[in-house]
């Protein structure tokens, strides 16, 4: 198997990286009261040692007073936890590698299991979840207002650390997804509409302030997802035209490469074409794409917090869409979670050293 197109150098803006291997954004536990600690920093500086060419972080909150429903995930705002983002992007950089933060908001959410609660009540478009569950409040104009401008805040502070790129999540049903989704999304007002391009406005003012924060020059790159956890076989563009009129209004607000998650990066995302949905946001936007989904692994990832264990499986079919032009980098999750060098085997064509993931990997910062 030649693998030789992962691992081309890839340049845009601020972001130079020498493969075109990201480590996904995974949420992980582990930073007391929001503060990154030294085992996060080696963790990732691991991973950079392993040879991933892009690292993007965990989820990492912004400051609004419960844009969090988990204590122990990172805050990036606050003296504290800069310092110890600070500390991880010198260790990751002093191992060769590159990396962003991604920032986040969470939205209205369940209660945690841990029976820990923010300060205030979770935020959202509405007060939903999901459809059903109420838990939070709707958001007014002027909690709307702060919360653009920490996100704006929170990308600068990526740049003014040394950060080579920020990335925006905007997926998988929290907060800025919950402006996207009619499920969530009821607002009467200009946050809200009966069209996706409208009930986009959150998200453009979002990446507009952090455009403006951070510069031209800089790289910025948004999450975006059809799928929720709350309803898996959602799409909120069900057709090309659709996801045409939803992506081109935030490549022109400022996004520079789409990462597009799926379950599955093989499953094609509209009947017709075998392109998925970086594929679709490539031939769209004409914008650097990011795939993701089940990369080198047999079983998907909701399935790992079931129990169900995955085996490496062959990257043939990613290799053959990426020589084709279908995306330009490649989001790997769990295998890189389980071992940190499973780019530096891929590549050495070691095959036979790949490491299959179970749910054990989950509750520790394998280094």
């Known amino acids: 198997m030649n693998t030789d197109s992962l691992f081309r150098p890839f340049s845009l803006k601020s972001l130079n990286i020498k493969n075109r291997i990201v480590m996904a954004p995974m949420t992980r536990s582990f930073s007391p009261d929001g503060i990154p600690t030294p085992e996060v920093a080696v963790y990732y500086r691991k991973r950079a040692e392993g040879e991933v060419g892009l690292i993007l972080s965990e989820g990492t909150v912004i400051d609004r007073p419960a844009s969090s429903n988990d204590k122990n995930i990172p805050h990036f705002y606050g003296e504290q936890a800069l310092s110890g983002w600070k500390n991880v992007i010198d260790q990751v950089h002093g191992a060769g590698g590159k990396m962003g933060p991604q920032i986040w908001h969470m939205g209205v959410m369940e209660n945690h299991h841990s029976g820990w609660v923010p300060s205030s009540h979770f935020e959202g478009p509405s007060g939903f979840n999901k459809p059903g569950l109420l838990n939070g409040k709707a958001m007014t104009e002027t909690d709307i207002a702060d919360t653009i401008a920490a996100y ?117 995302e509209f009947e017709g074409s075998d392109l998925n949905f970086a594929g679709w946001a490539k031939k769209i936007t004409g914008k650097a794409t990011i795939t993701v989904g089940s990369v080198g692994l047999s079983g998907e990832f909701l399935a790992a917090f079931a129990g169900e264990s995955s085996e490496p499986s062959s990257l043939e079919e990613l290799l053959r869409r990426m020589d084709r032009g279908d995306f330009d980098l490649v989001a790997v999750g769990r295998p890189l979670l389980a071992d940190p060098f499973w780019s530096q085997k891929i590549r050495e064509d070691r095959t036979a050293e790949l490491k299959g993931f179970t749910k054990a990997a989950l509750s520790e910062l394998v280094v």
């Open 152 to 268: 704006g805040r929170a990308a600068a502070e990526a740049k003014r650390l040394g950060f080579d790129c920020v990335e925006i999540h905007g997926a998988h049903g929290y907060l800025i997804d919950q402006f996207f989704w009619t499920g969530t999304n009821d607002r009467k007002d200009v946050f809200g509409g009966k069209t996706l391009p409208e009930r986009s406005r959150f998200a453009i003012e979002v990446i507009k302030e952090v455009r403006k924060q951070v510069g031209d020059d800089f790289a910025v790159i948004i999450r975006l997802s059809q799928w929720k956890p709350q309803e898996y076989t959602h799409k909120l563009a069900v057709s090309p035209a659709e996801m045409e009129a939803w992506l081109n209004p935030l490549a022109e607000a400022g996004v520079d490469i789409f990462h597009c998650s799926q379950r599955r990066f093989w499953e094609p």
